[in-house]
């Protein structure tokens, strides 16, 4: 690894759906937002996303791995969000997010499920 590489755990690049949304979201009013991951470890992942989210924002996130039956549901604070392209669709120029994301509260079972997926990927 380099010298400036800050991260922990192996990451592996894998493309899979994640349904995200703010935690502090009391009302229930803020809908899921779907977003495709880039990589993941057993303590965080990465994603883009079309809104610039907060530095330390807690998100709920509900990952759906192919090799788990059930979606991975948890929670994860940002640490990391950075714009990397501007697209231009029809008229309007949308902005496209780097977010990266270390996992909360993250249980046994949940990391185990992970650490199979990063520990098998070659």
């Known amino acids: 690894m380099d010298s ?3 991260r ?3 990451r592996i690049k894998r493309s899979c759906t994640v349904r995200v949304k703010p935690y502090n979201d009391a009302t229930g009013s803020v809908a899921w937002g779907i977003v495709i ?3 993941l470890s057993i303590s965080g992942m990465s994603f883009t996303h079309t809104k610039k989210i907060p530095i330390g924002e807690i998100l709920e996130l509900n990952i ?5 039956p059930e979606s991975i549901h948890c929670l994860a604070q940002v640490c990391r969000a950075d ?3 501007a697209t231009k669709i029809s008229s309007a120029q949308i902005s496209v997010y780097f977010i990266a994301v ?6 046994a079972a949940k990391q185990a499920a992970i650490k199979k997926i990063c520990d098998g990927y070659y």
């Open 64 to 68: 759906s791995l192919p090799t788990c």
């Open 37 to 39: 991951m880039k990589d």
């Open 102 to 107: 270390i996992f909360k509260d993250m249980d």
């Open 83 to 85: 714009e990397r392209q």
């Open 4 to 6: 400036s590489e800050k």
């Open 8 to 10: 922990r755990d192996r």
